[in-house]
Each structure stands twice: as C-alpha cells, then as structure tokens.
C-alpha cells in the first residue's frame, strides 16, 4: 500500500511541477489503471477484442470512463509519459 500512496504522490507532484491540473487525479484513479494495465497484460487477446479490425481494450473501460481521462484529458496524457517513466525504473 505504501508503494501505491508513494507513487501517487510523486506523479501528483509531478504533474503540478510541469504545469498540469491534478483536478479529478486520485488514488482511486491510479488504482483503476494500475488494475486495468494488469488486466490487460493478463489476457489473451482473440477475436472478441476485435470490432472492425480494431482491437477493443476492454480492461481499460473504467479508465475511459474515469473523470480524470473525460475531463482532465491534457494531464491524463501527462500522466502517462509519467506512470510509464516510473514503470521502466521499477
């Protein structure tokens, strides 16, 4: 749990330092795309994935529907390159 809050606080401190709102960036909005990234890596993915040749995450729903990604949408892209930056040191 530690590791969680301590990552939450330094991507949010991340994310003030460059300029982006933290307005609806919550640990219960990390903990749903941690969830979601996990999900994805566990499936296999098949031809229920697929609509129109393009393939469906559907694991990252709650992340799509999430009010960080809907309404704070420059900072989630932010968020991202962050999340993604602390996942390569780890």
Known sequence: MTEKVNLYRKIKSELIACGCS???FTREFLSTYAAALKHF?????DDSYLDGH???FHSFDPVYTSD???????SYCEFLVLYNAYAERS
């Not at 890596?41 to 993915?45: A, L, N, Q, T, V």
């Not at 960080?68 to 420059?74: A, D, G, H, I, P």
């Open 22 to 24: 933290t307005r609806y």
């Open 41 to 45: 890596r566990e499936i296999e993915i």
């Open 54 to 56: 393009v393939i469906l």
């Open 68 to 74: 960080f990604y809907r309404k704070n949408s420059c």
